[in-house]
C-alpha cells in the first residue's frame, strides 16, 4: 500500500492508498477517529475496513487529518477536517475518473466528518458509519439524508449511549427512498477491541449485499438506455 501524499487546505495531507488493479473500479474513503484522542489512519478500526474495500477490489485510500502524524496543520473541530476529507476525496477521483461507484466510511469522529462529506458530494453512493457520536456532534445536517448505508454500535458501548444513535436513525429512516441498516454488535464495546472479526464480517455482508443491487441497478439502467436509442427512429436510415 504505497504512501502517498495529497495537496490539502492547510498544506500536505499523508495518507496510504491501494490502486485497484482492474480499471474502472469504485472507490472507498476511510476516515479516522478523533485527532486529540489518538485517532489516526492506523486505527485498527480503520485498517480493517480499509483492507475489506481493497479485498473487494475498490481503489482505496486513507489518511491522516491535519495535525495528524505527517499532516501538516491543526485541529480544527470538525470544519478543517472535512475540508480535509474533501480534498482527500477529490484526489481520489482524480485518480480514478471512471469509478462506477463511491463510498465513504468512517469510525466515530470520522464517522460525523463522513456523513457531513456525504451531504456536500452527491457523487457518494454509499456510507458506512462505525459508532457515529450522536451523543457529542450535531446530526442534524441529514435533512435529508441523500444515501442509503450502514450504522454500527457496539452493545456495551460506554461511550456513545445506544439511545442517541437509535433517536439519530429514528430520524433518518422517515426519508423516502433512504434505508438505514443499523447493526448493534453484542458484547462489542466503542473501539470493538475483541470484536473487530465480528464487525467485519456485519460491514462485509452489508457492503457485498448492497453493491450487488448498484451494479444491477446500473445494469438495468444501461439496458433501458440502449433501448431507447434502438427505438429512436432518428436513428433509422433514409
Known amino acids: 500500500m504505497p504512501e502517498v501524499i495529497i495537496n490539502g487546505p492547510e498544506g500536505r495531507l499523508e495518507g496510504r492508498y491501494y490502486p485497484a488493479k482492474v480499471p474502472n473500479s469504485p472507490i472507498a474513503l476511510l476516515l479516522h477517529p478523533h485527532p486529540q484522542h489518538g485517532g489516526t489512519m492506523n486505527n485498527k478500526v480503520v485498517y480493517q475496513l480499509y483492507q475489506m474495500f481493497v479485498r473487494r477490489g475498490?481503489?482505496?485510500l486513507r489518511f491522516n487529518f491535519r495535525g495528524v502524524g505527517r499532516s501538516q496543520g491543526s485541529f480544527d473541530r470538525g470544519e478543517g477536517e472535512l475540508s480535509d476529507a474533501a480534498s482527500a476525496l477529490d484526489w481520489l477521483q482524480t485518480q480514478n475518473p471512471d469509478a462506477p461507484m463511491c463510498w465513504v466510511g468512517g469510525f466515530s469522529f470520522g464517522a460525523w466528518i463522513g456523513m457531513q462529506l456525504l451531504m456536500r458530494r452527491p457523487e457518494i453512493t454509499g456510507f458506512l458509519s462505525v459508532s457515529p457520536p450522536a451523543n457529542m456532534y450535531d446530526f442534524s445536517f441529514l435533512a435529508p439524508c441523500p444515501a442509503s448505508g450502514l450504522i454500527t454500535h457496539g452493545e456495551k458501548d460506554d461511550i456513545v449511549p445506544q439511545?442517541?444513535?437509535?433517536?439519530?436513525?429514528?430520524?433518518?429512516?422517515?426519508?423516502?427512498d433512504v434505508i438505514i441498516d443499523f447493526q448493534v454488535?453484542?458484547?462489542a464495546t466503542h473501539f470493538y477491541n475483541e470484536h473487530l472479526d465480528e464487525l467485519e464480517q456485519t460491514v462485509t455482508s452489508y457492503l457485498d449485499r448492497r453493491t450487488a443491487e448498484i451494479q444491477a441497478a446500473l445494469a438495468a439502467e444501461i439496458e433501458e438506455l440502449d433501448d431507447v436509442e434502438d427505438d429512436d427512429p432518428d436513428d433509422d436510415d433514409d
Do not use: M, P, W
Open 163 to 176: 439511545d442517541s444513535v437509535t433517536d439519530l436513525i429514528a430520524k433518518l429512516a422517515k426519508q423516502k
Open 58 to 60: 475498490f481503489a482505496t
Open 185 to 187: 454488535l453484542k458484547g
